[in-house]
């Protein structure tokens, strides 16, 4: 068995990777779109059997969230995060830098870390890379993030290459704790990995010279944060294509929160390979589903009477059994069957692209497969 950490690359078309990546709850093929489960459950009623029926790699859960509410102390006592939501394929947890910056209107941000009160009861909490460091191993997730500044894509200069030396520093931070954190006896995941994020907001230079100098860290992983949050997609296209390069091409390369299906088709074909984003749970418990001929809202009148699957051909728990007329009407009746139905419809249509995208990749016809993918999506 490869190594926990180790990386393939398996196949190349331009920039466009195809890899695996080895891990102690299981090898992930990439690309990869990783389901965002916040609170180690998936939003709409999904249970980890769904998750398993619609082809999910690995789950993404928050580090922010979990601490506050159950409590990593109380994950580590009944066995991590896998035990607890009965899950023994991959989880990434985010580092909750993200939640901080996000929910916390009232914050202080300072070298040792940022002092905000919780968006649930207000109570003061601090974090740093340690602290982040120290949830993240209670939660014993495959994949742990280092703990980051992510500064507005509209924040000036200053601001951001500031706050990109600080990130450089708590990275470091970061790498150390989680050493010592994995040479524990009473840690339950002595192989947990870590992926270091770069940052920039949208300066290409501040990017590029961030990426060569965690590039250096030898990490497991790493990703671009700072990007999806009010930058326009030419602009995070334009980063990607400048910033990707100087990341290490034989480790995973994993952008944070993106994004729509074309968004997905744009990076893979800049070099990214890994995924996450809330889109398909949430535009699902909306009635907004995706499909291979673009977004359709099942709320609208015109699918009152319309007995065919959401999307003909799909094989989802929702479309091989229930009528658009049908799940409308629990929509409308408030159902929670509906929203589940919906979600599971989404995620399975992104985790079936990730596979189709895979496929294209070992068969050398990836960009013939982008095109064919965006055209038929146009109305999205």
């Known amino acids: ?18 890899g695996e990546f080895h891990t102690v709850h299981g090898v992930i093929q990439t690309p990869v779109f990783m389901n ?17 029926q619609i082809g999910t790699q690995v789950e993404l859960s928050n580090t922010y969230h979990l601490h506050v509410r159950p409590g990593d102390e109380v994950i580590k006592k009944l066995g991590g995060l896998h035990k607890f939501m009965v899950w023994d394929k991959p989880i990434l947890t985010d580092s909750g830098g993200f939640q901080v910056f996000s929910l916390a209107g009232l914050r202080k941000i300072k070298e040792e870390g940022v002092y905000f009160n919780s968006h649930i009861d207000g109570r003061k909490i601090f974090m740093g890379p340690e602290e982040s460091m120290r949830i993240q191993s209670n939660l014993a997730s495959t994949i742990a993030m280092a703990f980051d500044e992510c500064p507005s894509s509209r924040a000036d200069r200053m601001y951001v290459q500031n706050s990109v030396e600080r990130t450089t520093r708590w990275l470091e931070r970061c790498k150390r704790e989680m050493s010592r954190l994995n040479a524990l006896p009473d840690t339950i995941n002595q192989n947990q990995l870590l992926f270091g994020i770069n940052q920039g907001a949208v300066f290409a230079d501040i990017r590029i010279e961030h990426a060569k100098r965690i590039s250096e860290m030898e990490l497991d992983g790493y990703a671009l944060g ?15 294509e400048e910033t990707v390069p ?12 993106v994004g729509t299906p074309a968004n997905i088709l744009e990076a893979v074909e800049r070099g990214v390979d890994f995924f996450d984003c809330v889109y398909p749970t949430r535009n699902g418990r909306h009635a907004h ?23 003909e051909g799909c094989q989802c728990p ?19 069957l509906g929203m589940r139905l919906c979600v599971l419809h989404n995620l399975y249509f992104y985790n079936k692209m990730m596979e189709e995208i895979r496929e294209a990749l070992d068969e050398g016809r990836f960009s013939e497969y982008k095109k064919q993918k965006l055209k038929g999506m146009e109305k999205e």
């Not at 926990?4 to 920039?15: A, C, F, H, I």
């Open 1 to 18: 068995m490869e190594k926990s950490g180790t990386y393939k690359l398996l196949k190349t078309e331009g920039r466009a990777k195809r």
């Open 36 to 52: 965002v489960g916040t609170v180690a459950a998936i939003k709409g009623a999904v249970s980890t059997e769904d998750l398993e």
């Open 226 to 240: 700072g990007l999806a949050v009010g930058e326009t997609h030419e602009e995070m296209y334009y980063i990607l």
């Open 246 to 257: 100087y990341l290490p091409k034989e480790k995973p390369t994993y952008l944070m929160g």
């Open 289 to 311: 589903l995706y499909t291979n001929q673009g977004k359709i809202n099942l709320l609208n009148a015109r699918y009152e009477l319309d007995d065919r699957p959401i999307e």
């Open 318 to 336: 929702a479309c091989r059994r229930y009528s658009r007329a049908y799940i409308r009407h629990l929509l409308k009746a408030k159902e929670m």
